[in-house]
């Protein structure tokens, strides 16, 4: 067990429709990431936040948004939700911000679109 | 942006041979790399890192080797078993940024 927690671990839901993700990141981690991984690639990286504040985006969807909250959990919320949308998202957290921190995955959520 | 490759998608093992999994990058500013295994249904699991002023580094059954000269990385599993079977993936990451690069994986399977 990482000690990252994400719920709920599946989801399904319709096009057009909006959820939201969410994480609680190991005790003592300031830093949350969210990735997203599809079939037919490899982790991608959405997003970090740490201790409340955007840090680093990457390949995230202007349809899709994030935030971590005073208490350090984080929430990924996904609109206008497409097909292609369908994947898993993973949310991972390490002490600090910068690099060479160990990332901890959580066990993810199954997005299904239909 | 980034390209982090892996030779080869699958790999199958008996159980007790070593297994070797190579991992190839392109951004050779890169200095910082971790390997991770996912099995089925759980997220990546940290194995094993190393910094770019190593060119080795030992775990409990895990090596990992760094050749920066060909942008290279393996891991290498002594002993493989059964509970090794799973998808490793390496991860860069360039000295000034927080984002690490994945690869695809590679899915490992043990016969018994």
């Known amino acids: 067990d990482s000690g990252v927690t994400q719920t709920p671990k599946h989801l399904i839901t319709a096009t057009g429709q909006r959820v939201t993700l969410r994480c609680s990141p190991r005790?003592?981690?300031?830093?949350v990431y969210w990735y997203q991984q599809s079939l037919d690639q490899g982790l991608q990286f959405l997003i970090q936040y740490y201790n409340g504040e955007e840090r680093a985006k990457g390949n995230i969807l202007e349809r899709f948004s994030a935030q971590q909250f005073p208490d350090l959990h984080s929430e990924l919320n996904l609109s206008s939700l497409e097909l292609g949308d369908s994947a898993l998202y993973f949310c991972?957290?390490?002490?600090?911000?910068?690099?060479?921190?160990?990332?901890?995955f959580g066990a993810g959520t199954r997005l299904s679109v239909l | 942006g980034e390209s982090v490759g892996l030779h080869l998608p699958t790999l199958s093992v008996q159980e007790g041979d070593n297994s070797i999994i190579n991992c190839a990058y392109s951004?050779?500013?890169?200095?910082?790399f971790i390997w991770y295994k996912q099995e089925s249904g759980k997220g990546p699991q940290f194995i094993i890192d190393i910094r770019s002023n190593m060119d080795k580094r030992q775990g409990q059954r895990v090596t990992v080797l760094l050749n920066k000269t060909v942008k290279h990385l393996s891991l290498q599993i002594a002993a493989t078993q059964p509970g090794d079977s799973a998808v490793y993936f390496c991860a860069e990451n360039e000295g000034t940024g927080n984002q690490f690069y994945f690869g695809t994986g590679t899915s490992l399977t043990v016969i018994p």
């Open positions: 991972a957290s390490s002490q600090r911000a910068g690099a060479k921190n160990i990332q901890y």
């Open positions: 005790s003592g981690d300031l830093s």
């Open positions: 951004n050779s500013a890169s200095d910082y």
